[in-house]
């Protein structure tokens, strides 16, 4: 909001509100594009065709916020 705020004064209205608007977008899709991974590693011996088998559970923490009003 700063940003745009002092965008607007420096070059002029439309050109501050498309800079503000482009760091916006870059505020809420940057956590989508590169989310934190969460990978936890188990052996399991109960399996009968496997006797050394090794489970991973993999949790990737993305979401993608929506403006709601």
């Known amino acids: 909001m700063i940003a745009t705020f002092v965008l607007c004064l420096a070059i002029g209205v439309e050109y501050g509100i498309l800079v503000g608007v482009a760091i916006n977008i870059i505020f809420l899709l940057y956590p989508s594009a590169r989310p934190s991974i969460h990978?936890?590693?188990a052996?399991?011996?109960r399996?009968?065709?496997c006797t050394k088998c090794?489970?991973?559970n993999i949790e990737i923490d993305s979401l993608l916020p929506f403006s709601t009003y």
């Open 39 to 41: 990978v936890e590693q």
């Open 43 to 45: 052996s399991v011996s």
């Open 47 to 49: 399996v009968e065709y």
């Open 54 to 56: 090794r489970i991973a």
